[in-house]
C-alpha cells in the first residue's frame, strides 16, 4: 500500500512531540530521509517537476568539452575512488596498498563548510565534495548548495558549482565522475560539470520533485540517477555525455509497487551486456514495512527480476555486488534491520542476518570472502538504537566479529575497506546527531583497532595511499 509524503511527515511530527526520547527504539518511525523539511515544499511532492524528463545542454560547454570524451570504457578506477563506495558494484573496496597502519599525518580541510555524510569522490587529482553546511540538518533559509572540486595535490579549491536546494529533504547523495566530467543531483535535476573548469555541460530534470540520498552511477556510456516520491518514483538511464534520456524505470514496469527510490544504483557488464541494480521501500498490501530489489537490462529499461522482502524492514540503502550475489540491508522503524543475500542470477534468496537497522550499504572483500556492515545511531533528538559494526561470511552470513554498542558505527556510515582496514565512524550524538566525530581503522580481519582520530568518520573514500573523510564540524580529513 502506498502512503502519501505527508502521512510520513505527519507521523514524524507527532512522534516528535509525544515521545520521549528514552523510548526512541520503539518508535514506529524516526527522524531519518528527511533532515529539514519545509512544510510547502513536501506538500506538492506529488506534484511533477516543470520541464520534467527533459534535457538542457549548454552548447559552449559541450563545444569545449566534447575533445576530452573518451571513446573508450573504463573498467576499473585504480587507485582512485571516483563514485559512492568507489565504483560500480559499490563494493566499498580499494586496492592501495600502503595506508597508514598506525599514526597517521593529518590534513584538516576548513576552506568551506562539507556536507557531513556524504562520501567524497576523487579522480583525476580531484576531490569532489557538496558543501554549504555542516553537519546533517539542512538550514531552513538554505537556498543552495556547491558542488567542490579540490586539488588532490595541494588541497586548495579548484572550482564551486552552485545547485540550488529549495526542496529540503537533506539529501546527502554524493557526487560521482567520470573523470572528464562530474555530476551531482540536487532538488529535482542532475548536473553534468566538467571537470578540468567546472562549466556546466548540461543538466537533466526529473519528472518528480527532487532526488534524495542515492547519488547518480556512472557504468558504460550511461549516468543513472533517481527521484524521490510516494507515488511514481522513478530511476533514469540518461547518456553520460549529452544527458540524453534512454529510458524510466518506475512502478508501472514492474509489478513490485515501490514507494520510494533512494539508492545509489550498482552496476555490472557481463559478457557484454549491461545491469544495473535498483532498490526501493514502502509497504506491502497489509501495511507491512517491505523492501524491493531490481535488475534491469541496461539496453531496454526492462525488469531481469524484482524481489519483494516484507515484514523485515525497508530497502533504503544501496545494493552491493560481488561475482554471483547481490547484498542489501534494511532499515526497520520499530526493530533491528537485516542483511540479505541474492542470486544475482534470478534474484533467488540466498540467506539473510539480523543486524542493526541501517541505511549503509555493504562493503565487500571477496578475496576473503567477507562482507562489513554498519548501522543504529548513537543518540541526539531522535533518541539511540544501539550502534555496530559487523563483520560475515559471504557463504553463510554467520559472523567473524563485531563491534556492538560501543558507539561505533551508524546508519548513514558505510564501511570502507583497504590494505587490511575497516574504516568506519562514531556518531557525533549532537544536534548533527547523524554525522561523524570519530574515525576508526579496525583491523579488518579481527575488528581490533588499529589507530583512531577525534573527528572525521562518514562514510570513508580510499585514494592513492590517502583516506578522505567528513566530520560533523564540515570539515574534510585526509590521513596518510
Known amino acids: 500500500m502506498k502512503r502519501t509524503m505527508m502521512l510520513l511527515i505527519a507521523a514524524l511530527m507527532v512522534l516528535a512531540i509525544c515521545v520521549p526520547a528514552a523510548m526512541a527504539a520503539d518508535y514506529p518511525q524516526n527522524g531519518q530521509f528527511i533532515a529539514f523539511y519545509d512544510e510547502d515544499q513536501i506538500a506538492k511532492d506529488s506534484s511533477s517537476s516543470k520541464d520534467g524528463g527533459t534535457t538542457f545542454v549548454n552548447p559552449d560547454a559541450t563545444k569545449k568539452a566534447t575533445t576530452l570524451v ?11 575512488w571516483p563514485q559512492f563506495h568507489r565504483y560500480v558494484k559499490n563494493a566499498g573496496n580499494s586496492p592501495c ?27 583525476n587529482g580531484k576531490i569532489l565534495v557538496l558543501t554549504g553546511y555542516s553537519g546533517f ?14 586539488y588532490e595535490n595541494n588541497m586548495t579549491v579548484a572550482w ?50 527532487a532526488s534524495c540520498n542515492g547519488g547518480p552511477t556512472i557504468g558504460g556510456n550511461y549516468v543513472f540517477c533517481s527521484d524521490w516520491d510516494s507515488s511514481n518514483c522513478n530511476y533514469y538511464c540518461l547518456d553520460k555525455d549529452d544527458g540524453g534520456l534512454n529510458w524510466i524505470f518506475n512502478d508501472s514496469c514492474t509489478t513490485k509497487d515501490s514507494g520510494y527510490f533512494q539508492a545509489t544504483p550498482a552496476y555490472e557488464s557481463v559478457s557484454g551486456n549491461e545491469y544495473v541494480y535498483l532498490t526501493g521501500w514502502g509497504y506491502n498490501n497489509v501495511s507491512q514495512q517491505a523492501g524491493y530489489l531490481y535488475k534491469v537490462n541496461v539496453a531496454t529499461g526492462a525488469e531481469v527480476w524484482s524481489v ?49 537497522r541501517t541505511d549503509a550499504t555493504p562493503a565487500i572483500d571477496t578475496t576473503n570472502g567477507l562482507i562489513y ?26 559472523q567473524k566479529w563485531g563491534r556492538v554498542n560501543e558507539s561505533m558505527g551508524g546508519w548513514t556510515c558505510s564501511v570502507s575497506l583497504g590494505d587490511g582496514l575497516a574504516f568506519v565512524g562514531k556518531e557525533s550524538g549532537d544536534m548533527n546527531s547523524f554525522c561523524y566525530n570519530t574515525t576508526y581503522a579496525l583491523n ?10 577525534s573527528q572525521g568518520g562518514a562514510t570513508a573514500a580510499i585514494a592513492n595511499d590517502k583516506i578522505y573523510t567528513v566530520g560533523n564540524n564540515g570539515h574534510l580529513y585526509r590521513f596518510s
Open 70 to 80: 573518451s571513446t573508450v570504457t573504463r573498467t576499473d578506477p585504480g587507485n582512485d
Open 97 to 123: 596498498n600502503a595506508l597508514p597502519q598506525s599514526n597517521p599525518t593529518v590534513y584538516d580541510f576548513d576552506d568551506r563548510e562539507v556536507i557531513g555524510t556524504i562520501n567524497p569522490v576523487i579522480e
Open 137 to 150: 540538518d539542512e538550514p531552513q533559509a538554505l537556498t543552495e548548495i556547491n558542488l567542490t572540486c579540490i
Open 160 to 209: 564551486d558549482f552552485a545547485l540550488p536546494r529549495t526542496v529540503h529533504y537533506g539529501s546527502w547523495s554524493s557526487p560521482a565522475t567520470d573523470g572528464t566530467y562530474a555530476y551531482a543531483a540536487s532538488d529535482n535535476k542532475l548536473y553534468c560539470v566538467n571537470l578540468a573548469t567546472g562549466t556546466e555541460v548540461w543538466n537533466f530534470t526529473t519528472l518528480k520533485s
Open 308 to 356: 519483494e522482502e516484507s515484514g523485515k524492514g525497508a530497502f533504503c540503502g544501496s545494493p552491493a555486488l560481488d561475482c554471483s550475489n547481490v547484498y542489501v540491508t534494511s532499515y526497520d522503524f520499530s526493530t533491528d534491520g537485516y542483511l540479505f543475500k541474492y542470486s544475482k542470477r534470478n534474484g533467488a534468496s540466498a540467506g539473510s542476518v539480523q543486524i542493526e
Open 373 to 398: 556492515v554498519s548501522g543504529g545511531w548513537n543518540g541526539g533528538d531522535w533518541g539511540s538504537t544501539p550502534p555496530g559494526v559487523r563483520c560475515f561470511y559471504t557463504n553463510n552470513l554467520t
Open 444 to 453: 579488518a580481519l579481527t575488528g581490533e583497532t588499529e589507530w583512531s582520530y
